[in-house]
């Protein structure tokens, strides 16, 4: 793989290797591994689904502790790459899959997790010029900062289990609201954390 200006950090036991065209990992989103990892004690059997997986470093973190396969998708080819690297350099190869393209085409329709994780970008388009050194496609998310954090809503209604949860990181608590009065009876919001840094939801899948 292509290393020019990469960086490695710690994130938990893991190292995790990225450059300046990929979100750098942020330490306070060891939260969302670990209460995914939580989450995946008494989830369904079946795969762990990563949106918007950057480097990767949230998923792989999430299962390390389990025998769970994990399957990581993004639209950057740059992130793709490096979370092929840094499943290598976990040594989950063989329990890792990295698929490059739009969350809403790459996943077949018959395909299933017990739990989804999710990091879609956040920040509201207008500003977006107060985080210069992040690249523009990794928080981007739109108008209102929610375009990406509604499909990922989407997608993972389409691929969830009976069961299944939904583990999604937004920015604010207002952001939440405000997808909360779009689920109807498709998710409830059963937990919220916030941190000083942004924001995690579970949502668990209705009947």
């Known amino acids: 793989m292509t ?15 990225f450059d300046g065209r990929v979100l750098r990992p942020r330490s306070w989103t060891q939260a969302q591994s670990t209460w995914a990892a939580e989450i995946l004690r ?26 769970r396969c994990l399957l990581c998708v993004d639209i950057d080819p740059v992130a793709c790459e490096f979370a092929r690297h840094n499943a290598e350099a976990a040594g989950l190869t063989s ?17 299933r997790f017990a739990v989804v994780i999710a990091d879609p970008p956040w920040v509201p388009r207008d500003d977006v010029g107060r985080f210069p050194e992040d690249p523009l496609l990794a928080i981007d998310g739109g108008d209102d900062g929610m375009d990406l954090a509604r499909l990922c809503v989407d997608v993972a209604h ?5 069961g299944g949860v939904l583990l999604l990181q937004l920015g604010t608590v207002a952001q939440v609201e405000s997808l909360r ?18 924001v995690l939801a579970r949502l668990d899948l209705g009947s």
């Open 181 to 198: 009065d779009l689920l109807d009876d498709t998710f409830s919001v059963t937990e919220v954390r916030w941190y000083d840094d942004g």
């Open 158 to 162: 389409r691929h969830l289990l009976p």
């Open 95 to 111: 329990r890792v899959e990295v698929r490059e393209g739009a969350m809403d085409e790459v996943l077949r329709d018959g395909e």
């Open 3 to 17: 290393t020019e200006r990469a960086e490695t950090v710690a994130f938990g036991p893991l190292h995790i290797t």
């Open 42 to 67: 008494d989830a369904p059997p079946g795969q762990v689904l990563e949106l918007c997986a950057g480097a990767g470093h949230i998923g792989l973190l999430a299962v390390l502790g389990s025998t």
